[in-house]
């Protein structure tokens, strides 16, 4: 257990549908980090939030949403879903925004059909 | 832009032996940091080792290892007594001291045979 979580562990939705994935930093880390991997593919860096403010994006769709809430847990918002959004979606937690490598949860398998 | 790129999509290695998976990347950065993980069937991405690029020394962590060309922008990863517990993907990350975007390569599969 990394003190990562990330739920649910499995999501099969419809396209065009609207899912909302929850990630729970480890116990002091305060920044929120989430990446998104495709099939047998790298992974994909989306947004960065730092005690609940948004501090980094990369290539996040407009569909898609983040939020880091009081008590630092994030949510990450997939809307009108596409079949290409079917992914592994990570989400990684850091003390703070320095030199140590995240702490990555153990993923959400997006399966969209 | 900062790319990371591993040249080796799989390797493949006997028990006991040794192995270096390649990775190179671009930067125009001073102040940055690399890293390793590991990634077993599992799916869970698991930090193996990360290099401050300020720091000559190569780091360490048990069997694995790296060699560290900051010159050439080259950062390998060496892993020595192969186990089967080994086998995974590999992927090498960037991180620039000024930055919050990680950025990873498309990584390396190994296999280990026995």
């Known amino acids: 257990d990394s003190g990562v979580t990330q739920t649910p562990k499995h999501l099969i939705t419809a396209t065009g549908q609207r899912v909302t994935l929850r990630c729970s930093p480890r116990s002091g880390d305060l920044s929120v980090y989430w990446y998104q991997q495709s099939l047998d593919q790298g992974l994909q860096f989306l947004i960065q939030y730092y005690n609940g403010e948004e501090r980094a994006k990369g290539n996040i769709l407009e569909r898609f949403s983040a939020q880091q809430f009081p008590d630092l847990h994030s949510e990450l918002n997939l809307s009108s879903l596409e079949l290409g959004d079917s992914a592994l979606y990570f989400c990684a937690s850091s003390v703070r925004q320095g030199s140590y490598g995240y702490t990555f949860g153990s993923g959400t398998r997006l399966t969209v059909v | 832009a900062q790319t990371v790129t591993q040249s080796q999509p799989e390797m493949s290695v006997q028990e006991a032996e040794t192995v270096t998976l390649s990775c190179t990347y671009d930067?125009?950065?001073?102040?940055?940091?690399l890293f390793w993980y590991k990634q077993p069937p599992s799916r869970q991405m698991i930090l193996v080792i990360r290099?401050?690029?300020?720091?000559?020394q190569n780091a360490t962590e048990n069997r694995f290892s790296v060699n560290f060309q900051k010159a050439a922008k080259s950062f390998s990863l060496k892993i020595s007594d192969s186990q089967l517990g080994d086998a995974a993907m590999y992927f090498c990350a960037y991180r620039p001291d000024n930055n919050n975007d990680m950025r990873f390569g498309a990584g390396t599969r190994l296999t280990v045979k026995p």
């Open positions: 290099q401050e690029a300020y720091k000559q």
């Open positions: 930067t125009s950065e001073s102040d940055y940091y």
